[in-house]
Protein backbone atom coordinates (compact mmCIF):
# COMPACT_ATOMS: atom_id res chain seq x y z
CA UNK A 1 0.00 0.00 0.00
CA UNK A 2 1.18 3.62 -0.56
CA UNK A 3 2.23 5.56 1.80
CA UNK A 4 -0.36 8.06 0.77
CA UNK A 5 -3.28 5.62 0.93
CA UNK A 6 -2.13 4.55 4.21
CA UNK A 7 -2.12 8.06 5.42
CA UNK A 8 -5.66 8.76 4.07
CA UNK A 9 -7.31 5.99 5.11
CA UNK A 10 -6.05 7.32 8.81
CA UNK A 11 -7.04 10.64 8.12
CA UNK A 12 -10.73 8.93 7.54
CA UNK A 13 -10.63 6.62 10.69
CA UNK A 14 -10.05 9.59 12.05
CA UNK A 15 -13.21 11.64 10.80
CA UNK A 16 -16.04 9.32 10.64
CA UNK A 17 -18.16 11.59 9.11
CA UNK A 18 -21.71 10.64 7.59
CA UNK A 19 -23.22 7.28 6.58
CA UNK A 20 -21.63 3.77 6.45
CA UNK A 21 -22.43 3.92 2.61
CA UNK A 22 -20.71 7.78 2.50
CA UNK A 23 -17.91 6.76 4.21
CA UNK A 24 -17.12 3.36 2.21
CA UNK A 25 -17.70 5.82 -0.53
CA UNK A 26 -15.08 7.72 0.37
CA UNK A 27 -12.73 5.18 0.91
CA UNK A 28 -12.93 3.74 -2.45
CA UNK A 29 -12.86 7.34 -4.07
CA UNK A 30 -9.43 8.06 -2.21
CA UNK A 31 -7.74 5.33 -2.30
CA UNK A 32 -8.21 5.53 -6.17
CA UNK A 33 -7.02 8.95 -6.03
CA UNK A 34 -3.55 7.77 -3.94
CA UNK A 35 -3.52 5.51 -6.72
CA UNK A 36 -4.04 7.12 -9.73
CA UNK A 37 -1.69 10.17 -8.32
CA UNK A 38 1.09 7.62 -8.05
CA UNK A 39 0.58 5.27 -11.11
CA UNK A 40 -1.29 7.55 -13.79
CA UNK A 41 -0.32 11.42 -12.88
CA UNK A 42 2.94 10.53 -12.06
CA UNK A 43 3.26 12.57 -8.70
CA UNK A 44 4.58 10.90 -5.67
CA UNK A 45 2.80 12.76 -2.33
CA UNK A 46 4.91 11.70 1.15
CA UNK A 47 1.76 12.31 2.80
CA UNK A 48 -2.11 13.84 3.18
CA UNK A 49 -0.63 17.30 3.59
CA UNK A 50 0.91 17.43 0.61
CA UNK A 51 -1.72 17.53 -1.65
CA UNK A 52 -2.02 20.87 -4.20
CA UNK A 53 -3.83 22.21 -6.72
CA UNK A 54 -2.03 20.51 -9.53
CA UNK A 55 -2.86 17.73 -8.35
CA UNK A 56 -5.96 18.07 -7.92
CA UNK A 57 -5.95 19.09 -11.66
CA UNK A 58 -4.06 16.57 -12.95
CA UNK A 59 -7.55 13.87 -11.18
CA UNK A 60 -10.08 16.26 -12.38
CA UNK A 61 -8.05 15.99 -16.04
CA UNK A 62 -8.10 12.17 -16.09
CA UNK A 63 -11.58 11.55 -14.46
CA UNK A 64 -13.30 14.15 -17.10
CA UNK A 65 -12.31 11.33 -19.68
CA UNK A 66 -12.82 8.28 -17.99
CA UNK A 67 -16.24 8.80 -15.91
CA UNK A 68 -19.54 10.24 -16.14
CA UNK A 69 -20.47 14.11 -15.12
CA UNK A 70 -22.20 12.26 -11.87
CA UNK A 71 -19.44 10.15 -10.95
CA UNK A 72 -16.78 13.13 -11.41
CA UNK A 73 -18.83 15.25 -8.84
CA UNK A 74 -18.60 12.66 -6.06
CA UNK A 75 -15.22 11.81 -6.83
CA UNK A 76 -14.41 16.17 -6.67
CA UNK A 77 -16.73 16.14 -3.47
CA UNK A 78 -14.08 13.55 -1.64
CA UNK A 79 -10.89 15.87 -2.49
CA UNK A 80 -12.70 18.76 -1.20
CA UNK A 81 -13.12 16.77 1.96
CA UNK A 82 -9.46 15.37 2.22
CA UNK A 83 -8.59 19.23 1.35
CA UNK A 84 -10.92 20.55 4.04
CA UNK A 85 -9.29 17.79 6.83
CA UNK A 86 -5.90 18.64 6.41
CA UNK A 87 -6.36 22.45 6.57
CA UNK A 88 -5.99 23.33 2.81
CA UNK A 89 -9.77 24.11 1.98
CA UNK A 90 -8.40 26.40 -0.80
CA UNK A 91 -6.83 23.70 -2.68
CA UNK A 92 -10.23 22.81 -4.28
CA UNK A 93 -12.30 25.31 -5.61
CA UNK A 94 -15.53 25.68 -3.49
CA UNK A 95 -17.80 25.27 -7.36
CA UNK A 96 -17.36 22.40 -9.51
CA UNK A 97 -17.70 25.01 -12.42
CA UNK A 98 -14.04 26.44 -11.64
CA UNK A 99 -12.81 23.11 -12.55
CA UNK A 100 -14.95 22.76 -15.52
CA UNK A 101 -17.12 20.15 -14.70
CA UNK A 102 -20.87 21.06 -15.95
CA UNK A 103 -24.24 20.67 -14.85
CA UNK A 104 -25.49 16.75 -15.14
CA UNK A 105 -27.85 15.78 -17.88
CA UNK A 106 -31.07 14.83 -16.54
CA UNK A 107 -34.44 13.18 -17.97
CA UNK A 108 -37.20 14.66 -17.28
CA UNK A 109 -41.04 13.24 -17.41
CA UNK A 110 -39.75 9.77 -17.93
CA UNK A 111 -41.24 7.50 -15.13
CA UNK A 112 -39.01 5.17 -13.45
CA UNK A 113 -41.29 4.18 -10.87
CA UNK A 114 -41.72 0.21 -10.03
CA UNK A 115 -45.18 0.11 -9.78
CA UNK A 116 -46.33 -3.66 -9.25
CA UNK A 117 -43.45 -5.10 -7.74
CA UNK A 118 -45.12 -7.89 -5.42
CA UNK A 119 -44.71 -10.71 -7.77
CA UNK A 120 -41.05 -9.95 -7.85
CA UNK A 121 -41.05 -9.47 -3.55
CA UNK A 122 -42.37 -12.95 -3.45
CA UNK A 123 -39.16 -14.27 -5.77
CA UNK A 124 -37.23 -12.83 -3.02
CA UNK A 125 -36.20 -15.65 -0.73
CA UNK A 126 -34.94 -13.91 2.18
CA UNK A 127 -37.79 -12.53 4.16
CA UNK A 128 -35.70 -9.35 5.70
CA UNK A 129 -34.84 -8.42 2.06
CA UNK A 130 -38.44 -9.03 1.36
CA UNK A 131 -39.64 -7.07 3.90
CA UNK A 132 -37.39 -4.40 3.35
CA UNK A 133 -38.55 -4.50 -0.24
CA UNK A 134 -41.95 -3.55 1.03
CA UNK A 135 -41.39 -0.64 3.38
CA UNK A 136 -39.31 0.87 0.38
CA UNK A 137 -42.94 0.48 -1.23
CA UNK A 138 -45.03 1.69 1.45
CA UNK A 139 -42.90 4.64 2.57
CA UNK A 140 -40.37 5.49 0.47
CA UNK A 141 -37.34 5.03 1.92
CA UNK A 142 -34.04 4.02 1.00
CA UNK A 143 -32.41 0.92 0.99
CA UNK A 144 -30.26 1.17 3.42
CA UNK A 145 -33.26 2.95 5.45
CA UNK A 146 -35.08 -0.02 5.20
CA UNK A 147 -32.21 -1.84 5.81
CA UNK A 148 -31.43 -0.04 9.38
CA UNK A 149 -35.23 0.55 10.46
CA UNK A 150 -36.11 -0.99 13.47
CA UNK A 151 -39.85 -1.11 13.30
CA UNK A 152 -41.00 -0.74 16.93
CA UNK A 153 -39.60 1.92 17.96
CA UNK A 154 -39.93 4.16 14.48
CA UNK A 155 -43.61 3.30 14.62
CA UNK A 156 -45.13 6.14 16.34
CA UNK A 157 -48.81 5.30 15.52
CA UNK A 158 -49.98 7.92 12.60
CA UNK A 159 -46.48 8.51 11.34
CA UNK A 160 -43.12 6.33 11.36
CA UNK A 161 -40.26 8.15 12.76
CA UNK A 162 -36.97 8.13 11.43
CA UNK A 163 -33.95 8.23 13.29
CA UNK A 164 -30.95 10.21 12.04
CA UNK A 165 -28.73 7.13 12.34
CA UNK A 166 -31.05 5.54 9.96
CA UNK A 167 -31.18 8.07 7.20
CA UNK A 168 -28.83 9.80 4.16
CA UNK A 169 -26.81 12.34 5.67
CA UNK A 170 -28.06 12.12 8.89
CA UNK A 171 -31.36 13.54 8.04
CA UNK A 172 -34.36 12.87 10.09
CA UNK A 173 -37.82 13.06 9.27
CA UNK A 174 -41.40 11.63 9.45
CA UNK A 175 -43.32 9.84 7.39
CA UNK A 176 -46.90 9.75 7.75
CA UNK A 177 -48.69 6.28 7.95
CA UNK A 178 -52.39 6.82 5.92
CA UNK A 179 -53.84 3.73 5.11
CA UNK A 180 -54.61 0.42 6.58
CA UNK A 181 -51.93 -1.35 3.90
CA UNK A 182 -48.72 0.56 5.18
CA UNK A 183 -50.35 -0.59 8.79
CA UNK A 184 -50.39 -4.06 8.12
CA UNK A 185 -47.00 -3.54 6.36
CA UNK A 186 -45.60 -2.30 9.04
CA UNK A 187 -47.26 -4.75 11.93
CA UNK A 188 -45.94 -7.11 9.90
CA UNK A 189 -41.95 -5.58 9.95
CA UNK A 190 -42.45 -5.29 13.83
CA UNK A 191 -42.92 -9.34 14.07
CA UNK A 192 -40.09 -10.28 11.65
CA UNK A 193 -37.46 -7.45 13.26
CA UNK A 194 -38.60 -8.57 17.02
CA UNK A 195 -37.61 -5.45 18.26
CA UNK A 196 -34.59 -4.79 16.24
CA UNK A 197 -33.62 -3.61 12.89
CA UNK A 198 -34.22 -5.43 9.60
CA UNK A 199 -30.89 -6.67 9.42
CA UNK A 200 -30.64 -9.98 11.14
CA UNK A 201 -28.82 -10.07 14.23
CA UNK A 202 -25.95 -13.03 12.92
CA UNK A 203 -25.24 -10.18 10.26
CA UNK A 204 -23.07 -6.91 9.83
CA UNK A 205 -24.77 -4.44 7.83
CA UNK A 206 -22.43 -5.09 4.67
CA UNK A 207 -23.59 -9.11 4.55
CA UNK A 208 -26.72 -8.13 4.48
CA UNK A 209 -26.13 -5.49 1.78
CA UNK A 210 -24.62 -8.57 0.06
CA UNK A 211 -27.24 -10.54 0.25
CA UNK A 212 -29.94 -7.65 -0.44
CA UNK A 213 -28.32 -7.09 -4.06
CA UNK A 214 -27.93 -11.17 -4.68
CA UNK A 215 -31.57 -11.65 -3.69
CA UNK A 216 -32.93 -8.64 -5.41
CA UNK A 217 -30.67 -8.91 -9.17
CA UNK A 218 -32.47 -12.55 -8.95
CA UNK A 219 -35.76 -11.56 -8.31
CA UNK A 220 -35.60 -8.75 -11.50
CA UNK A 221 -35.44 -5.74 -8.96
CA UNK A 222 -31.73 -4.78 -9.21
CA UNK A 223 -33.30 -1.21 -9.13
CA UNK A 224 -35.47 -0.72 -6.26
CA UNK A 225 -34.99 3.15 -6.07
CA UNK A 226 -37.61 2.51 -8.41
CA UNK A 227 -40.54 2.22 -5.39
CA UNK A 228 -39.33 5.22 -4.11
CA UNK A 229 -40.15 7.07 -7.42
CA UNK A 230 -43.82 4.72 -7.27
CA UNK A 231 -44.14 5.81 -4.01
CA UNK A 232 -43.45 9.76 -4.87
CA UNK A 233 -45.72 9.78 -7.57
CA UNK A 234 -48.93 7.98 -5.76
CA UNK A 235 -48.40 10.75 -2.71
CA UNK A 236 -48.32 13.67 -5.86
CA UNK A 237 -51.63 12.05 -6.84
CA UNK A 238 -53.34 12.07 -3.48
CA UNK A 239 -52.49 15.41 -2.38
CA UNK A 240 -53.51 17.19 -5.70
CA UNK A 241 -55.80 14.71 -7.29
CA UNK A 242 -53.96 14.74 -10.59
CA UNK A 243 -50.95 12.42 -11.96
CA UNK A 244 -47.40 14.03 -11.68
CA UNK A 245 -45.86 14.61 -14.89
CA UNK A 246 -43.90 11.80 -15.02
CA UNK A 247 -47.04 9.81 -14.58
CA UNK A 248 -48.54 10.67 -17.85
CA UNK A 249 -50.12 13.86 -16.07
CA UNK A 250 -50.31 17.33 -17.16
CA UNK A 251 -46.67 19.32 -16.89
CA UNK A 252 -46.81 22.78 -14.76
CA UNK A 253 -46.96 25.13 -17.14
CA UNK A 254 -50.62 23.80 -18.56
CA UNK A 255 -51.74 23.66 -14.76
CA UNK A 256 -54.13 26.77 -13.61
CA UNK A 257 -53.22 29.18 -10.98
CA UNK A 258 -55.02 27.03 -7.82
CA UNK A 259 -53.31 23.82 -9.28
CA UNK A 260 -49.79 25.51 -9.68
CA UNK A 261 -50.38 26.43 -5.91
CA UNK A 262 -51.37 22.30 -5.09
CA UNK A 263 -48.23 21.57 -7.17
CA UNK A 264 -45.61 23.37 -5.68
CA UNK A 265 -47.05 22.35 -1.46
CA UNK A 266 -47.06 18.64 -2.75
CA UNK A 267 -43.60 18.79 -3.98
CA UNK A 268 -42.43 20.38 -1.02
CA UNK A 269 -44.55 17.69 1.37
CA UNK A 270 -43.19 14.83 -1.09
CA UNK A 271 -39.40 15.99 -0.79
CA UNK A 272 -39.57 16.22 3.15
CA UNK A 273 -41.22 12.71 3.35
CA UNK A 274 -38.48 10.71 0.77
CA UNK A 275 -35.49 12.86 3.20
CA UNK A 276 -34.46 15.23 0.41
CA UNK A 277 -34.23 19.60 1.53
CA UNK A 278 -35.09 21.04 -1.93
CA UNK A 279 -37.93 20.93 -3.89
CA UNK A 280 -36.34 20.66 -7.48
CA UNK A 281 -35.06 17.24 -6.55
CA UNK A 282 -38.61 16.16 -6.83
CA UNK A 283 -38.33 16.42 -10.38
CA UNK A 284 -36.42 13.52 -10.25
CA UNK A 285 -39.53 11.48 -9.31
CA UNK A 286 -42.03 13.45 -10.77
CA UNK A 287 -41.41 15.04 -13.81
CA UNK A 288 -42.13 19.02 -14.34
Excluded at 1 to 28: C, F, I, P, W
Excluded at 50 to 74: M, Q
Excluded at 126 to 136: C, S, Y
Excluded at 262 to 268: G, P, S, V
Aim: proline fraction near 4%.
Amino acid sequence: MLDLEYGLLQLMRQHREGSHATQRGRRKILSLAARQLYRTCNFQLPNVRSLKPKHVAALVTHWKNTVSTATLKNRIAALRWWANKVGKRNIVPTTNAQLGVGKRAYRFNVSKAINHPEAAIQRVKDPHVAMGLRLQQAFGLRRAEAMKLCPTQADRGHYLELKSAWCKGGRPRVVPIRNAQQRHILNQAKALARGGSLIPSHKSYREQVHTWEYQTQRAGLSQTHGLRHAYAQRRYFELTSFKAPAAGGPRRFALTGDQQELDTAARMQIAEELGHSRIDITHHYLGR
